[in-house]
């Protein structure tokens, strides 16, 4: 296996929750970490909690030139790119018959089309470190939540690209991966206006009993699952479950 010490580590929307974390984490390990989001006061916060090892970029990925920056900074940063972490994401809910057009593009625009323009322009650096990318998809594919059809349907498709991916830049001896995380309480649902800081954290906790380990999870638990998926020389293509045993499907019948 690699180590984390040393190496260059891009992850999107690192400004809050799993993303945040997993910066935090790698930083312990020894990495360089840059981050990027569009709100810069979350940015200026993360990037002053770790210090110089981490470089934060005030950023949006649907942007094309902000993706420019963005992959350039980090390879300033760390002296080349080890690791893209395509991490940023929206959620968007609502029945069948009241989706709205612009919405269902915007999230599909950033679950999905800007993390592959991501990757298309990091490929050029990854080749030189053999390095990694990581896409972030979802217990939505593992389990069926009625109004959640445009969320799921973006993570069905990180999904089904992790795949395409990693046949297609294995001769390149770029790795492509997917975690599927469970329930761990971050902000995702709060910023799409679903539910209040309280709420959310209720209808999380009351999913406990539904994983097989009785209980959500913790950003620090998907940073260890990305540690390895960077890690890990001979895994590509692979969708790692990391949610607890959400995804099983538990039944007391
Ligand atoms: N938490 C969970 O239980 C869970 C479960 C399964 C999968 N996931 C996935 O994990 C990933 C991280 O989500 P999270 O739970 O950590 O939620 P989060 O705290 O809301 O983090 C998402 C981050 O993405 C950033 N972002 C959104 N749109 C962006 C854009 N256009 N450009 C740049 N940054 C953008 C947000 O910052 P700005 O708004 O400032 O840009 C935010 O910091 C997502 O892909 C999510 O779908 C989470």
Same mark, same amino acid.
């Given at each position: 296996m690699k180590s984390l010490m040393g190496m260059s580590i891009l992850i999107t929307g690192g400004g809050s929750g799993l993303g945040l974390g997993a910066a935090q984490h790698?930083?312990?390990a020894g990495s360089r970490v840059t981050i990027c989001g569009?709100?810069?006061e979350k940015i200026d916060s993360a990037q002053k909690k770790m210090g110089s090892a981490c470089c934060g970029v005030v950023g949006d990925i649907t942007v094309d030139g902000d993706r420019q920056r963005i992959?350039? @900074?980090a390879v300033a940063h760390g002296g080349?790119?080890?690791a893209l972490i395509n991490n940023a994401g929206n959620m968007y809910r609502g029945s069948i018959t009241e989706l709205d057009q612009d919405r269902l593009l915007d999230v599909f625009n950033t679950n999905v089309v800007s993390g592959m323009l991501l990757t298309g322009l990091a490929v050029p650096h990854l080749i030189k470190t053999e390095g990694a990318v990581i896409f972030l998809g979802s217990i939505h594919t593992r389990r069926a939540f009625p109004g959640a059809s445009p969320y799921a349907a973006t993570k069905a498709a990180v999904q @089904?690209?992790?795949?395409?991916?990693? @046949?297609?830049?294995?001769?390149?001896?770029?790795r492509v991966n997917c975690i599927l995380p469970g329930a761990v309480y971050t902000e995702?649902?709060?910023r799409a206006g679903i539910f209040d800081d309280d709420t959310a954290m209720?209808?999380?906790?009351?999913?406990a009993s539904l994983h097989a380990l009785g209980r959500i999870g913790t950003e620090e638990e998907i940073a260890e699952a990305m540690t390895y998926l960077i890690c890990a020389e001979w895994t590509t293509g692979a969708t790692l479950d990391v949610d607890g045993g959400l995804g099983l499907g538990l039944t007391d019948s």
């Open positions: 790698f930083i312990n569009r709100r810069a992959i350039a @900074a080349g790119l080890h @089904a690209l992790t795949r395409v991916l990693a @046949a297609e830049l294995g001769e390149k001896k770029i995702l649902n709060q209720t209808r999380l906790q009351s999913m």
